[in-house]
């Protein structure tokens, strides 16, 4: 049986956004996970791991998840990775702010949908679309991880009040798709702590059948 993936998190940006760098073979092959902010300190972390980053993935459109993708897209080559309902949100050329933030627009190189499969290195990661936060909101499903992006957090969802959110969209998401995951599998979020699928069914108020 092969080894687990190595995965480093980086807490990027104002909002400290979680940043994961996935090394997927010893040769360094790899992705890049919602590089919100901070491209200089998160390419000096990828040489640094020697890792070489095909892809950046983004779970969602917003400023704190794809602010750097696109200086690690030029400085790598790598191909950024959206949904394609968010994918808008991260071309687009305005001068929206957000907490002070600017928008950095960035080419997406790779528009996808529910069930579509990247590969990298040997690996395969799934895309989970799971509206809510945003209509393009996914996770990403690497063996028995779950990158949730701002779907789920230890504890606790994210905001539904921000244009495009849902809370019918963000009920479905969780109850008929995160809720049905093996209790097992670990969930890195785009904020705060790792935690499991189990122990959110147990202890998040929002994984509860009577939300």
């Not at 919602?34 to 993935?57: K, Q, T």
């Not at 499903?141 to 789920?152: A, E, K, P, Y």
């Not at 539904?160 to 209790?183: F, V, Y």
């Not at 904020?191 to 189990?198: A, L, N, Q, V, W």
Request: hydrophobic share 35%; net charge negative; glycine share 10%.
């Amino acid at each position: 049986m092969s080894a687990g993936p190595e995965i480093a998190c980086l807490v990027v940006g104002l909002l400290q956004g979680n940043c994961y760098l996935i090394k997927c073979n010893p040769a360094g092959d790899g992705v890049v996970i919602d590089p919100g902010d901070e491209a200089e300190s998160i390419a000096r972390e990828l040489r640094a791991l020697n890792l070489r980053p095909e892809v950046i993935l983004l779970t969602h459109g917003h400023i704190d998840h794809a602010n750097a993708a696109s200086d690690l897209r030029k400085t790598f080559r790598s191909r950024v990775v959206c949904h394609k309902l968010d994918a808008g949100m991260v071309k687009a050329r305005d001068e929206e702010t957000f907490l002070g933030m600017v928008h950095r627009p960035c080419t997406v190189d790779q528009e996808v949908s529910d069930g579509d499969v990247i590969k990298v290195g040997g690996r395969q990661l799934r895309v989970l679309h799971t509206p809510g936060h945003t209509p393009g909101s996914v996770c990403y499903v690497m063996d028995d991880l779950l990158f949730s992006g701002d779907t789920l957090f230890q504890g606790s969802i994210g905001r539904m009040d921000l244009p495009g959110g849902s809370e019918d969209d963000m009920r479905a998401s969780l109850t008929d798709k995160l809720a049905k995951l093996d209790d097992r599998m670990v969930v890195y979020p785009g904020h705060g702590p790792s935690t499991t699928i189990g122990e959110e069914k147990r202890f998040n108020p929002f994984l509860q059948p009577q939300w």
